[in-house]
């Protein structure tokens, strides 16, 4: 029988690295044909982020088979590792202490930057002077100048003739005579212009925003306040999904008990190549008792006793990466029903007037809203009654404004249509007086009726190119003659320049006609 050969390569020490990530990790560990590990882990190794990397590297190691310890100087590195059930030793508590740096080098990639050369050039310039005109037959050219002026004005003249003169001027003054309308017109969305139905096409604008405000707590009483925070819960057992009724228990390293606010399901966790990556799921808790002593800084672990005893409770646990606060007892200052009517009155103004200047921004300059066809909702009004470290309590709302708006314009139209049913013909409105109720809104509909009270003075529509290009060439009595038929005339004065000129001119742009 040939002798045993000698066990070889039972204890390895590997070194992680500071960026290793734990499934390297892993695998440096199926790798190795040690039977014992002995894993040196850096400050600020990334392994340290969460448990659930030394969980995983524990659970590894026995499915594996084999030992692993845990070496290091970092103390959460340490905590972590016994909180996984791991082996650990720091190797600074037998010899002295030594400073560590860690030296990045980094290669900087140079950039040419190449410069066009530019070639300048200077241009001679070359200056070329006339030579003055000799001036000949000077003697003759004075000869001239008499009747060349002669001449000259009388090209002006005729220039000027054809130009600028003649011109017409014609305003009709028609005869007007009053309307009124004193009665209720509706504007609604996808509505027409309707003088029988006295409608208009109308807009319905809305805009929403929530608000939150703090105010004082003027009231002092006995009170007994549960701490609160958020934790991280880690699924790093199964590609199952796991529901977690609210109460559930966590519980910190010092016993502590927390519960979770309400119910939450924990996302599967994914197995890659066959190991499990941990899923997370953020969730508030409540302390179980109240009191200061529950107001605890971030904990690495949580674990959840319900789960005690079945191959979950290492597979599911929890941590906090904030604080958890407002554990109390003692006399505290505490919002009384005064000051929480008065605070929701105080926000319910100031979302009313932050919507209207958001909603002021969005309706364009042509569309007018009346008084009462805006209308401000408030709703889901939360109080918080617990006071922060200034005696302040919150209230926060949701605030909604709606407003239906129109064009003044289009309310002209209906009247204009309005006045020619009344009067029997086509009018329109020279001068007029306009005041509007308050109106009556139908959000829902994107709606609004409102009174009106109109004043006017309307004439005989006259179509003013029409009549324009009617008068072109004719003779003063044409007319007069013309004019005289218009319909409703109350007076026109025609005037004809200059004095000379007995017909109007035949370019339209001569002829200015004005209609009043």
Do not use: C
Not at 78 to 98: D, M, Q, T, V
Not at 247 to 253: E, I, L, N, S
Request: glycine fraction near 6%.
């Amino acid at each position: 029988m040939s002798p045993a050969k000698p066990n070889v390569h039972r204890i390895k020490k590997i070194a992680i690295n500071k960026s290793d990530e734990v499934a390297f990790v892993v695998e440096k560990l199926i790798d190795s044909e040690a039977q014992e590990i002995v894993l040196n882990i850096p400050r600020f190794s990334k392994l340290a982020d969460s448990l659930s990397n030394f969980h995983l590297i524990a659970r590894e190691a026995k499915l594996l088979g084999k030992k692993i310890v845990i070496e290091s100087v970092d103390d959460k590195v340490i905590e972590l590792a016994n909180l996984s059930g791991l082996e650990s030793l720091n190797p600074i508590l037998s010899r002295s202490r030594r400073q560590f740096y860690d030296i990045v080098s980094s290669k900087k990639t140079r950039e040419d930057n190449e410069e066009e050369g530019i070639k300048t050039r200077k241009l001679s310039d070359s200056v070329h002077q006339k030579k003055p005109i000799r001036r000949l037959f000077k003697h003759r050219a004075r000869n001239f100048i008499g009747g060349g002026a002669v001449l000259a004005v009388v090209i002006v003249a005729g220039i000027f003739a054809s130009n600028v003169l003649p011109r017409a001027d014609i305003k009709i003054v028609s005869v007007k005579e009053a309307w009124a309308y004193k009665d209720s017109v509706r504007a609604e969305k996808l509505a027409a212009i309707d003088p029988a139905l006295a409608t208009i096409p109308g807009q319905l604008f809305t805009e929403k925003k929530s608000h939150q405000l703090s105010f004082p707590a003027t009231g002092k009483k006995n009170i007994e306040q549960k701490a609160a925070g958020a934790i991280t819960i880690y699924n790093a057992y199964s590609s199952d999904p796991q529901p977690l009724v609210a109460t559930t228990r966590f519980v910190a390293p010092d016993g502590k008990i927390f519960r979770l606010a309400k119910s939450v399901t924990v996302p599967a966790a994914k197995i890659v190549e066959g190991k499990i990556i941990a899923s997370t799921l953020d969730a508030d808790v409540i302390a179980d008792q109240p009191g200061p002593t529950y107001n605890l800084g971030p904990i690495s672990y949580f674990s959840i006793p319900g789960f005690k005893g079945t191959a979950k409770y290492q597979g599911f646990y929890g941590e906090s990466k904030g604080v958890m606060t407002g554990g109390f007892i003692g006399e505290a200052a505490f919002p009384t029903d005064a000051d929480i009517k008065k605070g929701k009155t105080v926000l319910a103004e100031t979302l009313d007037a932050i919507l209207k200047e958001e909603l002021k921004k969005k309706i364009p300059e042509e569309f007018k809203i009346i008084d009462g066809a805006s209308g401000f909702i408030v709703s889901n009004q939360i109080v918080s009654t617990r006071v922060d470290s200034a005696n302040n309590f919150s209230i926060s709302a949701n605030g909604q404004l709606n407003a239906v708006a129109f064009k003044e314009v289009d309310l002209m139209k209906m009247l204009e249509r309005k006045i020619g049913k009344d009067l029997g013909g086509d009018y329109v409105i020279k001068t007029h007086e306009l005041s509007y109720g308050k109106a009556r809104a139908d959000f829902a509909n994107g709606r609004i009726s409102f009174p009106i009270d109109f004043k006017s003075q309307v004439a005989k529509r006259i179509d003013a190119e029409l009549l324009k290009s009617r008068v072109l060439g004719k003779s003063k009595k044409e007319l007069q003659a013309l004019v005289n038929d218009l319909p409703d005339l109350d007076s026109a004065l025609i005037s004809l320049w200059p004095f000379w000129v007995n017909r109007v001119p035949k370019n339209l742009s001569k002829v200015t006609l004005v209609i009043d």
